[in-house]
């Protein structure tokens, strides 16, 4: 079982930062990536940022130039660092990790953490 922790929500002005923090624990073979994904009221869950095993990012490109997607030193830690807030980027902001039992693949996700961006 692996378990995927969410940190670092809440409630932040237009223009301003927020950072969101992200764990894996449990037990498995590695973790082959990391991401975030979120989702507001009323539309789909949509890709923020991902990073691969090999430090290979992806962004979408709503948050190009204002999202960075890190990890904290190890491979089952990310941060999403978030600057230049707008109030479209409100959502549930839900962590993943891509993880490689040997024998199979699955995805695990975090419970969500909450980014409303509002003055």
């Known amino acids: 079982q692996v378990h995927v922790v969410e940190s670092g929500g809440g409630l932040v002005q237009p223009g301003g930062s927020l950072r969101l923090s992200c764990a894996a624990s449990?037990?498995?073979?590695?973790?082959?990536?990391m991401g975030w994904y979120r989702q507001a009221p009323g539309k789909a869950r949509e890709l923020v940022a991902d990073?691969?095993?090999?430090?290979?990012?992806d962004y979408a490109d709503s948050g190009k130039g204002r999202f960075t997607i890190s990890r904290d030193g190890t491979e089952n830690t990310v941060n999403l660092q978030m600057a230049s807030l707008k109030p479209e980027d409100t959502a549930v902001y839900y962590c993943?990790?891509?993880?490689?039992?040997?024998?199979?693949?699955?995805?695990?996700w975090g419970q969500g953490t909450q980014v409303t961006v509002s003055s």
């Open positions: 993943y990790a891509d993880v490689d039992h040997g024998a199979s693949h699955k995805k695990y």
């Open positions: 449990g037990n498995f073979f590695r973790i082959t990536a």
């Open positions: 990073i691969t095993r090999s430090g290979r990012v």
